[in-house]
């Protein structure tokens, strides 16, 4: 029989404010093993630690039932108490008397019985427990990013500054992400090339950083510290490391139509390629669908052209295989659909655009060189009306639109009105908004300052339809401080599109077994306490990926998410969980079953000799675990027919045990 | 095909020459209207308030006699469509709702078997759309309205709202001008043909419903029409009252296309 120890904490009043923590501790003490019973204010404190401790030794206990909260909150820190106390670590378990019991119930008594059962429950299974050791893996100390917008440069080159190596992989022809696509930025009025340039080029001059561009993670295997990822690098038919960028490929190419991605289809480029001046790596691509002697046969003026010999028509996707130790996701956004929003003429009119096409007709490397003029008939607008949270918190067109704020919007809303203002005094500017939100170090003021300053004119309202009719848009609007409709004829009409995360991010999020919330955001290990790490070990969130942000939110994160890397890749070991699955190898009877169930390929079949009774010898198929591999989910335990498959720390018998201890 | 057809009263009345049109149309695409027995007034207005049972048992009568008769249930008026479209979302989707209306009719006496919004609700427009084809429409067609410039005027009940009218786009809807092409005219598409005629408003601020209503004719003649076109008597009678252009129903502009206008005309009462 176990010397059981039980603490009741009272949390403050979060637990004795619904459970009477005294009786509880005083009906564990009739408990079957249990010799000592005691309650505490602050059983996670430092003397409610020593307490444990010191019972320990003095009741000479086996076996710790800490009745407190969640086990997600404290059961590393209890682990690490009778570890101190000389207790294997594995001998404690959490009754979670808080967020299942104190929290959701109102009354006394019934919080009360219900904590003794749960207590009783916990008792029952540490009786059973039996001392576990962690295995260990080394770390492999090599990161990789997905993503090569700011959030991914920023984290590569902290980690890279703190010695590691770090691979990107970016799904485009060059790093540089949305932000190299913007004009100016918030709060600072700071142009967006003039600062992100530099980082994506010491990203290349970085000896740490390798840029796997245009190319696409496709599959990932292994676990933190070990993660294998095949990296497709897709045919760019231009050799990168013979390419120069000098471009004469691009000018020479007669596919001249083909719509500009980069000036989101606002003008052209050719089919050989680089999306931009300051691309990295500068180097061509040929786009396959476009390219005429990738169709036909029949061209090859690029490679005529190109002194150094780069381009090559015979390419093919290639793929590689990495091992890294973390793995970043860094995936970002895109602003959402517009053609399903008829009642702003989206697709029915050239001359409504998104805030980030604005963006390009404002920027001087943009379409119109920075000129603004109206996308329909190039004239300069005089009459501006910019529409606030088209798709955001929009949560009765849920099949359009999106549920949350988008963040960003108001802020560039309000930088696009006052950079207008700034250039063009004779523009009449109108930003429709439901709330002006504004929150953040200097965001405020320069809100304040396109109001007062620069006399953008602000309307609590939202807009009902936009028409175009005779070369002028048609804009209906509520004002609903002065409770009237208003009837803007608009030059231009620009929509604050919510911004969603990029589709790649789902399939990702499979391969990586980390979770997502209904969005399609990733889903971080703690809101508050553990914002940059996703659930899954060893994968860390950087950028948009993980909720909407602007570029300073976004550049602290990618710093966070670099220092829980490096904190990673620092250690020359990891302590794996030994709550792993084993087979026992007289039951299994080789049915494949639970290696189909298994959700991180823990378990593979191996012909095993055994001895029998007739002292013969026979060869059967039997399952194996590979316990570094093994997340401990249980799901082939549930599955095995034969009843072969257990968890170690949560055996059948422990669970039967906790059942039964609720049911008696 | 045969179809259950519900008129309504207003096309007993005020609107002859929608119902008259309608029918002589149908015989002509071989559909056979049969009208519910003992049909009663839709009900007029869709209240929606949940606990308003009793203005919404004449139209479930109606939807349950269709279901007994295996047929879909056809209207007309884009008034009537939007009441019993949304009081057959109600049945299908509201179980306490559907329950009560239940309880009612069960005191109708005689065999009761319950109703739960079984059957299919086709507005005129989407039997020809998506039952009898607007193929089938272009082929009878003998006098096609060739030069014809008509707007087509969708008003509010047809469209909206949309998650359970599920008609058409509610910002860009296209299936009255698909109609207008099948009958040979060319659709003038116009901002104003989803905004509101005024409704009801006219009989308690007539000036108020005069504005809304001349702005969609305007914007219409505008546009560059001839005729605007209907499937609203409340619509007609606010659009002719307050504009220039000639509204017609869209089933008079069938029948003009099928070569089965009249000369006498239907009189109003």
Known sequence: MKRIGVFVCHCGTNIAGTVDVKAVAEAMKHEPGVVFSTDYQYMCSQAGQEMIKAAVKEHRLDGIVVCSCSPRMHEATFRKTAAAAGLNSYMVEIANIREQCSWVHKEMPIGTEKAIILAKAAVAKVSLNAPLTPGESPVTKRALVIGGGIAGIQTALDIADAGFPVDIVETKPTIGGKMAQLDKTFPTLDCAACILTPKMVDVAQNEKIRIFSYSEVTDVKGFVGNFDVTIKRKARYVNETLCTGCGACTEKCPMKKVPNEFNLGMDNRHAVYIPFAQAVPKVATIDPNHCLMLKSGKCGLCSKVCGAGAIDYKAK?????????AIVVATGFNPISMEKFDEFAYAQSKDVITSLELERLMNAAGPTGGTLLRPSDHQHPHTIVFVQCVGSRCEACAEKGKEYCSKICCMYTAKHAMLIRDKYPDTDVYVFYIDVRTPGKNFD?????????????????????VTPENGVLKVQGSDLIDNRQLHIDADLVVLAAAIEPDKSARPLATMLTASMDTNDFFTEAHPKLRPVESPTAGVFLSGTCQGPKDIPET????????????GLLCK???????????????MCNGCSTCEKVCPYGAITYEDKEFRMPDRTTKVRRVAKVNEAVCQGCGACTVACMSGAMDLKGFMNKQIMAEVDAICK | MKVSYFPGCTLRTKAKELDFYARKCLEKLDVEPIEPDNWQCCGGVFVSAKDEIAS????VRALKSAKEAGMPLVTVCSACHNVIKQTNYCMQNDADFANKVNLYMAQDGGEFTPYNGETEVLHFLELLRDKVGFDKVKAAVVKPLTGRKIAAYYGCLLLRPNKVMAFDNPENPTIMEDFIRALGAEPVVYAMRNECCGGYVVTDDPESSAKKSAAVTENAMNAGADTVMTACPLCKYNLSKNGGAPVVYFTELMAEAFGLKEEQHVTEE
Do not use: T, W
């Open chain 1, 317 to 325: 996707d290639e793929f590689l295989e990495e091992r890294y130790g």
């Open chain 1, 445 to 465: 003021e320069f809100y304040r300052r396109a109001v007062e300053e620069y006399g953008v004119h602000y309307i609590k309202g939202m807009v009902g339809k």
């Open chain 1, 555 to 566: 550049v602290s994160q990618a710093g966070a998410a670099a220092s829980k890397v490096i």
């Open chain 1, 572 to 586: 020359d070991k990891l302590l794996g969980n030994p709550c792993v699955a084993h087979s026992d190898e007289m």
């Open chain 2, 56 to 59: 919404k048992l004449s139209s």
